[in-house]
Nanobody
Framework: VQLQASGGGLVQAGGSLRLSCAAS????????VGWFRQAPGKEREFVTA????????YYGDSVKGRFTISGDRAKGTVYLQMNNLKPEDTAVYYC???????????????????WGQGTQVTVSS
């Protein structure tokens, strides 16, 4: 599965961005798709994920109430709407996917076996 992440950019604090993750020629049937981020000098951090069937969503504590994940399973596309962005949200954002993900593993990057190339999000203060 090839994943293409897009939508990053430079935004002022308090602003919004929408990231997209698209799978080439594939649906997300029975997949979990997650977003992770990595800032310079820091470990990769779980941001959010959505799992089909059911489109159950999961969020990291630092983004709850500000970020929303959604997606179109049939089109193989997942979106990350980021509102009220803060300078500490600055990072490279990666989308990742795995078929048949169990709930207990969904926040762990090593359990995902397909990764997009990353998109830079920079939030200025």
């Amino acid at each position: 599965v090839q994943l293409q992440a897009s939508g990053g950019g430079l935004v002022q604090a308090g602003g919004s961005l929408r990231l997209s993750c698209a799978a080439s020629g594939r649906t997300f049937t029975n997949y979990a798709v997650g977003w992770f981020r990595q800032a310079p000098g820091k470990e990769r951090e779980f941001v959010t994920a959505i799992r089909w069937p059911g489109a159950t969503t999961y969020y990291g504590d630092s983004v709850k109430g500000r970020f929303t994940i959604s997606g179109d399973r049939a089109k193989g596309t997942v979106y990350l709407q980021m509102n009220n962005l803060k300078p500490e949200d600055t990072a490279v954002y990666y989308c990742a996917a795995r078929q048949g993900m169990i709930t207990s593993a969904i926040r762990t990057s090593s359990h995902y076996n397909y990764w997009g190339q990353g998109t830079q999000v920079t939030v200025s203060s």
